[in-house]
């Protein structure tokens, strides 16, 4: 599935399930060893420089290319300096800049909601979920520290960003700071940061295991387990008939994708249709950016349009990854949860079941306990032996997979049976 540009993460440990309701909450702070490096786990983010800009190019693009695995902080650790220190009011050693984001819009093309009122007893920290430590900024480029640092509160749909030192982006070289984000109550989160300025952006390339398909197999074995794919556009034309007799017990097939309008992937027919008939179970995923309720619910009547009444051997998983920029997005954490539950009900109503899939850092430090709780979970964590105790239908645990019938990388995946898809 995605993997977006690095993106080095700092996460809080508190989660919550409503304004000012905590559920649980780990009071210590974050060392430097508990610093991640995390990207998001379906279609990857690309970087498009141009003699004038450096963005992030939000077209999907496939697990193919060079990109990080949801949750591999160890192997991109080096590029995180420093942890995350909470704070109950902004750093004041100096004149603080401020950095606003600009909002982006729902699927209705209306404005993002405004901000939600701070609750009376909300005495909980915003977390960092990117902190942009080790970026690097083209020089002679615009600088805005917001573009390389994601954040969140549980209530506050804008919070604000502030931060100490200076980044002269017409000089190449490294520029130390030290960002505080707070929300409407006036609790904060502090961290400290390098941003490297730089003559051109160093090519990013993976490390991660490549694997066939059977000695996926063979090293995840277990009792009650099956092994299957997950598959897009980026695939290109599947030999289903093949990946079957490789021993895939399963395929889950990318619906489509939403940025600034659903748009349909252009294999899903093609894959769907020849899954099914080479005898393989199927199920569909749908990637989306969105925040709003309407346009999540939405989005699950498309999809419910576009299947007719298909039948489907797995629920229809959820999949919102731009974490790394967050702030954006104009959502709280209790948002975004909410949301996800108003597509699992949606779906309901349309006779379809649902599954939320996430990293295993976002199930840990985003979506709430009645969340994971209310449907199933799909699991991404590379690893060889995850340390997620959560519950979890499927784990996808790896982005590097080779299987006949496929030209390229594959994302592949264990399916326990024990465990209740519906």
């Not at 999907?60 to 695995?69: A, F, K, Q």
């Not at 902004?90 to 209306?110: H, R, Y």
Request: proline share 5%; with cysteine; aromatic share 12%.
């Amino acid at each position: 599935m995605k993997k977006n540009i690095i993106f080095s993460l700092i996460l809080a440990s508190s989660m919550l399930t409503a304004c000012g309701k905590e559920v649980a909450t780990n009071e210590s702070s974050i060392t430097p060893s508990e610093v991640t490096s995390v990207t998001s786990a379906t279609d990857i983010a690309t970087l498009d420089v141009t003699a004038n800009t450096t963005e992030i190019n939000k077209q999907t693009t496939d697990n193919m290319l060079s990109g990080i695995p949801a949750d591999e902080a160890d192997s991109i650790a080096k590029l995180v300096e420093t942890g995350v220190e909470n704070s109950s009011a902004p750093a004041a050693s100096e004149p603080a800049a401020s950095s606003t984001p600009e909002s982006k819009s729902n699927s209705s093309g209306a404005a993002p909601q405004p901000a939600a009122p701070s609750a009376a007893n909300d005495n909980t920290d915003p977390i960092v979920l990117n902190s942009g430590s080790g970026s690097f900024h083209l020089v002679n480029t615009p600088f805005d520290l917001n573009e390389y640092v994601g954040y969140a509160d549980d209530c506050d749909r804008t919070p604000t960003l502030t931060y100490t030192g200076s980044v002269d982006p017409n000089t190449v070289g490294s520029y130390p700071l030290t960002a505080t984000v707070t929300d409407h109550s006036g609790n904060s989160v502090t961290w400290n940061l390098t941003i490297n300025v730089v003559d051109s952006i160093p090519p990013y390339t993976s490390d991660f295991e490549q694997m066939s398909f059977s000695d996926f197999r063979t090293r995840y074995a277990g009792e009650g387990r099956k092994f299957g794919i997950d598959v897009s556009t980026w695939q290109g034309n599947i030999d289903f008939n093949a990946v079957k007799n490789a021993g895939c017990d399963f395929v889950i097939i990318r619906i489509g994708y939403y940025y600034d309008h659903i748009v349909t992937d252009d294999y899903f027919r093609q894959n769907l249709n020849n899954a099914r008939a080479a005898g393989l179970p199927v199920g569909i995923y749908f990637y989306t950016t969105d925040n709003s309720e309407s346009g999540v619910r939405q989005h699950a009547r498309w999809i419910a349009d576009m299947l007719g009444g298909t039948p489907l051997d797995f629920p229809v998983a959820f999949d919102w990854e731009e974490f790394g920029n967050f702030q954006q997005y104009s959502m709280s954490i209790n948002d975004l949860n909410n949301y996800y539950l108003a597509f699992a009900d949606e779906m309901n109503k349309c006779g379809y079941s649902a599954m939320l899939y996430s990293s295993k850092n976002f199930f840990v430090n985003f979506w709430n306990e009645a969340v994971k709780a209310a449907t199933p979970t799909w699991l991404a964590h590379y690893v060889d032996s995850t340390d997620y105790t959560g519950k979890y239908s499927i784990w996808q645990a790896s982005c590097a997979g080779k299987i006949d019938g496929i030209a390229g990388n594959v994302d592949m995946n264990v399916l326990y049976d024990p465990l209740p898809l519906s």
